[in-house]
């Protein structure tokens, strides 16, 4: 078997071992990808925010990856496309590094987007040239001229002024000559001309100047502080995010019990129509899901059994297409009263994954069905099912094999509750199946439809009716730096009076790079079973909005402690304002009625505003759903999907400034606000033609 390779390890073993060497990973090389992302951003809390997410879509993306670029390349891409995000050609600025350092990334800041990412690749990430044109999706001559345009920049923004008298004829040269990779007659020539031309020989000087400047970072990048707690809190979020990702169920429908005398009717009446296997799934098979597609003639029953250390697992039906691979499966613990299901990131492997699988989409996620009927019926018994890649080829076998399962841990006074996740065990053991597949066609219909949500442009690709999903492709414009969406979600899509909800688990990118102006996602709804369009009726939920609107407060200590100011709309306090080691501050603002901001991007500067320090923060809030009903956020669990549309608002920030030498002591200067982010309820309806 071929798998492609990440160093000595193989992505079929990542997927096993799960988020956390993806984690571990990015803890090994953190200190250039930190570097990296300072380039974009100068904000320690927006930096965290950017591993999180960069770590999340890595994790997504892998079954995408493709063994003929490295992984670290690849992971590159996936960073930058999030620094973009986070990003939105925005200045900001922070207080935390050497002088020369702050002026060179002030100065990147005021490049061109295409400019600015071929030099820091280049010269910060220290990415060879056609690896960079590779990232960036241009030509290594178009990167070059990038490169060049962008160091020429960078000369004015660095206190070399704007006077360039070089011979605009020998620019192209200068990169490849100073880098000494230009042809010997090409440098012949230039080195010639160079000898002769006074002009020429200044501007190369300080073009040379700003490049030894580039590079001389790039050697000292270990000098490039990092947090000590960085990658901890970081992972404190990413452990947040799996535990409430796993408390998210989904409701199933009560199925009632058929009379023996009604089924019998039945095989008679399929002895003149034909409509047996219609009913006869209907009266036999549980799983109500399964039903459904078994009905629709989407799939077979399987029946396939593998059992270790008492516990038996049974594959009962496969259902395959160009989304996914949907795997029904069933669970028995034949030894004691317990209930397991499959977790497909942790571990669960296909062994023939590369040979007869694509990378093109990912695994969707199901979570743990804990109140449906059908579930609650045995202790020892559980129904589920798990995503796996679609097949590339119209039939398949695929080689499955398990190696652990997640124990379900219920609160015995309610057998429908969520999971007990404080005290998570798993059941290791070795289940291997061989299931046979079928790929069942998909349909795709070209859609030509722009509408605003918001004042930003959104504009409607393509719709997929899938045997297992219903996939609306979408594009957000992004040309509006001071506002922009962050997230977009539907409620429903209606197709010929047929109403179907929207997957809150997915919502994933399509492309990284393929239009600058536009951010391609697309959505799944539940599955459609063949209906065949005229038009569309795609109704909205919400929208997540981060606003560009910069504000500096001075701090004060003649005033006192707490003190106020307004900020879009609100009053904000001051609270407190100790220095020491470390230096302590914090702001608040408890009143979340008809606030325009859930949270807030700022940072702190001190007094010296060029030296090195840290900060720590932690923060409280409270989660209000759509009726403005609050939620106590130490309730645990907090059941997010039966709270409507809830949203989250910050009300406190304890933060803790920390100087880069021992005793040193940080005196904050002011806070500065670059902007703010809000979530805005939507009922707009959009009706969307295909004829």
Not at 56 to 66: N, S, T
Not at 403 to 413: E, G
Not at 498 to 520: C, E, H, I, N, R
Request: charged share 30%; hydrophobic share 35%; aromatic share 10%.
């Amino acid at each position: 078997m071929i798998t492609a390779k990440i160093g000595p390890i193989s992505i079929t073993t990542i997927r096993e071992k799960g988020v956390e060497y993806i984690v571990d990973w990015f803890d090994q090389h953190k200190q250039s990808y930190y570097t990296l992302g300072w380039s974009y951003l100068s904000n320690q809390q927006l930096m965290e925010e950017l591993f999180y997410r960069s770590i999340i879509k890595v994790h997504k993306e892998l079954p995408r990856f493709k063994s003929e670029t490295s992984f670290e390349t690849w992971v590159t891409s996936i960073f930058i496309h999030t620094c973009r995000e986070l990003s939105g050609d925005r200045s900001l600025q922070d207080s935390e590094e050497s002088e020369s350092r702050q002026d060179l990334f002030k100065a990147l800041d005021q490049l061109e987007e295409n400019e600015k990412e071929a030099v820091v690749l280049t010269y910060i990430k220290g990415i060879s040239q056609e690896d960079t044109a590779h990232l960036l999706q241009v030509s290594v001559e178009k990167m070059k001229e990038h490169l060049f345009s962008g160091i020429q920049s960078l000369r004015k923004g660095m206190g070399y002024g704007s006077r360039f008298n070089g011979c605009k004829e020998y620019h192209k040269n200068y990169i490849d000559y100073l880098e000494r990779t230009l042809d010997r007659s090409k440098k012949v020539d230039f080195e010639v001309h160079i000898y002769h031309c006074q002009d020429c020989q200044e501007d190369l000087a300080a073009f040379q100047d700003v490049m030894l400047t580039m590079l001389n970072l790039t050697e000292r990048i270990e000098d490039f502080h990092v947090p000590s707690d960085f990658m901890e809190n970081v992972n404190a979020r990413l452990a947040e995010k799996e535990k409430y990702r796993q408390q998210k169920n989904k409701k199933r429908k009560r199925i009632g019990i058929v009379l023996a005398s009604v089924f019998a009717l039945l095989m008679g009446i399929e002895v003149f129509t034909g409509s047996f296997t219609n009913f006869y799934y209907t009266w036999t098979e549980e799983d109500e899901q399964l039903r459904a597609f078994l009905q629709q003639d989407l799939g077979e029953r399987l029946n396939l059994e593998a059992k270790s250390d008492g516990v038996k697992i049974k594959i009962k039906s496969a259902i395959a297409d160009d989304v996914q691979t949907l795997v029904f499966y069933e669970i028995e613990d034949t030894a004691e009263d317990n209930q397991y299901m499959i977790d497909n990131n942790e571990g669960v492997s296909v062994e023939n994954e590369q040979e007869i699988m694509s990378h093109e989409t990912n695994p969707r996620y199901y979570p743990p069905d804990l109140k449906s009927d059908v579930n609650n019926k045995e202790k020892n018994v559980y129904h589920g099912k798990i995503s796996l890649l679609p097949l590339t080829t119209d039939n398949g076998t695929i080689k499955l094999k398990i190696t652990k399962l997640q124990k379900l841990i219920r609160d015995s006074s309610d057998r429908s509750s969520f999971l007990d996740y404080e005290n998570m065990e798993y059941e290791t053991g070795e289940w291997s199946f061989e299931i046979p597949v079928t790929k069942k066609p998909s349909i795709e219909y070209a859609m030509d439809e722009e509408t605003e949500v918001e004042g930003i442009l959104v504009r409607f690709d393509k719709l997929t009716i899938a045997p297992t999903a219903t996939i609306l492709q979408y594009a957000i414009n992004n040309e509006q730096p001071e506002k922009r969406i962050d997230v977009l979600t539907f409620d429903n899509l209606e197709v010929n009076n047929k109403k179907v909800k929207a997957d809150m688990y997915g919502s994933p990118f399509v492309d990284l790079q393929q239009d600058v102006d536009w951010f391609t996602f697309q959505t799944h709804f539940d599955p459609l079973f063949g209906e065949k369009p005229k038009e569309v009726n795609v109704q909205f939920e919400s929208v997540h909005l981060t606003f560009e609107d910069q504000k500096t407060i001075e701090f004060d200590a003649s005033r006192g402690y707490p003190q106020t100011f307004e900020y879009a709309g609100s009053t904000i306090s001051i609270d407190k304002v100790e220095v020491g080691q470390p230096t302590n501050v914090v702001i608040s603002n408890h009143e979340i009625e008809n606030r325009a901001y859930q949270s807030l991007d700022f940072n702190i500067v001190g007094e010296d505003e060029n030296e090195n320090s840290s900060m720590e923060m932690n923060s409280e809030g409270v989660l209000v759903d759509k009726n403005g009903i609050k939620y106590d956020m130490n309730k645990i669990p907090v059941a997010y999907e039966e709270i409507e549309q809830p949203r989250y608002f910050f009300t406190v920030h304890t933060m803790a400034l920390h100087g880069n030498k021992a005793g040193e002591k940080v005196i904050p200067k002011s806070l500065k606000i670059n902007g703010y982010n809000t979530t805005k309820y939507l009922d707009d309806v959009v009706k969307i033609s295909l004829e």
